[in-house]
């Protein structure tokens, strides 16, 4: 009996740490609780190039909070490619209230804020590069295995599309934060590569699992939640808060 009170107190405290990050988020209001996520701003962050600007083939990679009370748990990521001349980006990512989830749209703004939230650039590559990875991207996505499928805990979601991409792709590569719930799910087996290059994750139904890599550090998934640190580019990374320390690298011709 003693045992079994040792667990549960122990399981207790670990779901309460994994916990404090997301509770302080909404404790300090760091994230939208009020008013409709229909009047929530949707404007542009100026990290995409304007067709008119820069002709030349774009493709980037992008995270923002999500909406209402589950942005204090985590991100939203989604892809987007231009090709050279083209006005317009297309924009890939799985949404929650769409079905099939997986949808391609068209638009001269990928990085619009995310219903109130602002994105942030996690990969940037331009050029030549941008050109040789759109065709592979696009079949990618087009052989995406849950394209009717979104499930916000533990996967597959957004962060799971956008991971399982970049691990399609040769030579795109794009550190997701440890705020990207679902990124960890895996479809099959139980490892593969690390989104960021140079590293693998361990992982058992997206659940619990450990990474290892050059640009993610250590990473431990428990219960979908995940903390690490990165000792390349100094940082603690927390449940909910997500990074604490020197800014993430931004991958591609467009990064360092």
Avoid: C
């Avoid at 696009?138 to 970049?166: D, H, K, L, M, Q």
């Amino acid at each position: 009996m003693r045992r079994l009170m040792r667990l549960l107190s122990g399981l207790a405290l670990v779901l309460a740490l994994l916990l404090a990050g997301p509770m302080w988020m909404l404790a300090t209001e760091q994230v939208t609780l009020r008013g409709s996520w229909a009047s929530a701003g949707r404007e542009p962050a100026g990290l995409a190039p304007d067709a008119s600007d820069s002709p030349e083939a774009v493709v980037q990679v992008m995270a923002a909070r999500t909406w209402g009370w589950r942005g204090a748990f985590g991100v939203h990521t989604w892809i987007a490619t231009r090709e050279v001349d083209a006005e317009s980006y297309r924009m890939h990512h799985v949404l929650s209230w769409r079905r099939p989830a997986l949808v391609t749209q068209l638009t001269p703004t990928p990085d619009r804020a995310w219903y109130g939230n602002p994105p942030t650039l996690l990969a940037d590559y331009r050029g030549e590069a941008a050109e040789a990875l759109i065709p592979e991207i696009e079949r990618a996505v087009a052989a995406y295995p849950a394209a009717a499928t979104y499930r916000a805990w533990p996967g597959p979601n957004s962060n799971t599309f956008t991971a399982w991409v970049i691990r399609q792709v040769d030579g795109l590569e794009a550190t997701l934060p440890v705020t990207a719930i679902g990124k960890d799910y895996l479809f099959t087996g139980l490892v593969a590569p690390t989104p960021g290059g140079g590293g693998v994750t361990a992982s058992l139904g997206g659940l619990v699992g450990l990474t290892v890599g050059r640009a993610e550090g250590l990473e431990i998934n428990l219960l979908g939640l995940s903390l690490g640190v990165d000792v390349q580019r100094p940082a603690l990374k927390l449940p909910g808060v997500g990074r604490l320390g020197m800014a993430p690298r931004i991958s591609g011709q467009g990064g360092e």
